[in-house]
């Protein structure tokens, strides 16, 4: 049983280019989220993903923006990157299972670079 | 306002020691959860434990210990006779409301752990 899948692993981009992150949540799972981890830092909330719908957003700006496929599985982009967007960024995801709910399950993050 | 604090950055003891991690939190909620993961070199964050504000027994899983103090605001994780794979960064966090699934996770900055042999 696959757990969350991300791609790409690592990525280097360069200042004002636009990127595209990619996660496939665990098998089961219909909620994804997404966290930013800056070096030496907790992660972020972005946003949340349900029913192919943004549930949840955190304070970022609207450079950032997502989608939730049928399938479940997620993207993430990034516009008109900065210095500062230089991140490990993290997919996770969960059963919503209405009234019951499951922990997250992370994945092992895309490690974006942007020079 | 939503507030995880984990005072130590960093801790280093030798393999046997015992060690605990401090997490302190901030909430106006009633129902929330707290949570404890460990983030290894390899980036995944894995998930240790959650509790729910309604259940403050202490718990112990094999060498982990955690210990949930509302009246503190505290949720604490102890290992014992700590091994060189536990040496990790691990993370306190906390999300709001009765479904931490559909909740965002405020997570603390973080406790790297150094086991020395």
């Known amino acids: 049983d696959a757990g969350v899948t991300q791609s790409p692993t690592h990525l280097i981009k360069t200042r004002g280019q636009q990127v595209t992150l990619r996660c496939s949540p665990k098998?089961?799972?219909?909620?994804v989220s997404w966290y930013q981890q800056a070096l030496g830092q907790g992660p972020q909330f972005i946003f949340q993903?349900?029913?192919?719908?943004?549930?949840q957003r955190g304070n970022f700006p609207d450079r950032f923006s997502g989608h939730q496929f049928p399938n479940y599985s997620s993207e993430l982009n990034v516009n008109a990157l900065l210095l500062g967007d230089s991140a490990l960024y993290l997919c996770?995801?969960?059963?919503?299972?209405?009234?019951?709910?499951?922990?997250?399950?992370f994945g092992n993050g895309t490690r974006l670079t942007v020079t | 306002a939503q507030k995880v604090t984990q005072a130590q950055t960093e801790i280093s003891v030798v393999e046997k020691e015992d060690v605990t991690l401090d997490c302190v939190y901030e909430?106006?909620?009633?129902?929330?959860?707290l949570f404890w993961y460990k983030q290894p070199p390899s980036g995944e964050l894995v998930f240790l434990i959650r509790?729910?504000?309604?259940?403050?027994q202490n718990e112990i899983s094999g060498r982990y210990s955690w210990n949930f103090q509302k009246s503190t605001s505290s949720f604490n994780f102890t290992i014992t006779a700590s091994q060189v794979v536990d040496s990790a960064v691990y993370f306190c966090?906390?999300?709001?409301?009765?479904?931490?699934?559909?909740?965002?996770?405020?997570f603390g900055s973080g406790t790297r752990l150094s086991i020395r042999p």
């Open positions: 996770a995801s969960s059963q919503d299972m209405g009234r019951l709910n499951s922990p997250l399950h």
């Open positions: 098998s089961g799972h219909d909620t």
């Open positions: 993903y349900y029913e192919e719908e943004e549930r």
């Open positions: 909430t106006r909620d009633t129902t929330y959860y």
């Open positions: 509790r729910n504000s309604f259940d403050e």
């Open positions: 966090a906390l999300s709001e409301g009765p479904y931490s699934s559909a909740s965002k996770i405020i």
